[in-house]
DNA sequence: CACCACCGAATGAACGTTCATAACAAAGAA
DNA sequence: TTCTTTGTTATGAACGTTCATTCGGTGGTG
């Protein structure tokens, strides 16, 4: 990904966080602009329109999300810490960033989704679905589609963020590990 | 849930179509009016505006929802089969009707779903919610809360729907039920 | 008659997008 | 240096369309 100028990346931001409270919806590019500090007209020099903008947005929430992830990871560790990293720091990812856990969700519901290229949905997905290929191998893993697998894997993380933003659980770290245990005995081996 | 006139079931069911594949966007008034079948005026006779018709178009699907479950329980089975039949009753349901998974998923990742009444979101999940409870005093099930547990099972269930629907992977029997075995292995006590 | 479900053209506000214009910088030309 | 040109970035009022909603009217029923 470019560098973004800064305008641009101002657009995005405020657009992502429009949209969290009030939805695809309720964010008129009128507001997008007044939150930016641009004017409605400078939005058209960046993007072609409202629906690039949203998509642009999606491919800019990606990249934060992997750039989050590859942080955290060492090579290191055994199997299971592996396991444990990958769920954590993608949880806390989204804490930190419930605007991102709300956009992309309402994004993949959305008709927009769809139309974006397959391989870039999956770009993000890879990281975990090679590492359970590779449990899968040592036959740590059930045998089961490893894509299956890590799609179930992702929904657990995403569930989880989103309940602890809603306030409607408080997930302390005691509650955080038991969940990755959880998703972890699901996919090993019994 | 009171007996549905023809003509306001009609117009449910369209909106529910038209948000299927249009997203809350692309569906205006003038075209649920269409495909039901009805005047563009009939609609406001039935709902107050485009909101409500939207809240309680999820309620009636929750209220489907339900009725589908409750269909297929049984007292007679053991614990372990009313668990594999809950999880694949509401799978089966999800499948025969794509349309009330995608709006279900729109509706409770937008701005809507926060100002529902929380005894109405919550009432589908009870059921399995309860069962869950009796598990855990039965020393089946983790020592986690259980609406935490709860809300692992629905989503696993979910995902698995969508994931077929997309068509993104065929899921046979087998699989089906090597996820339900899945995301038992996950509450159960190790 | 009164009441009701229903119709559909009309209304007016909201919104995405365009465009004429300006500010500014970098790059020659004199 | 100073002037001119060219390109890029930015502006915001104006436009045309879309859309939710309204309302006066129609036909059927009790």
Redesign the interface.
Known sequence: MEIIAEKKKAILESTLKLIK??????TPMSLVAKKAGVAAGTIYHYFDSKDTLIMELFEYTQFRLQQAMLKNLREDMDFKEGFFLRWTSRYHFFIQNPDVL?FI??FV????F?RCPQERNERIQNEIKQFIGIGKEQGVF?D??Q??MS??VH??I???AK?QI?G??V?GEN?IS??AQ??W???RK?
């Open positions: 409270e009030n939805g695809f919806h309720g709300f969700e309402q519901n959305s008709p927009y769809p059930r089961l589609d894509n299956l799609i179930m929904s657990s995403i569930t989880a309940i809603d409607k659980l997930l509650e038991q969940l959880m998703m005995d699901s996919i019994q």
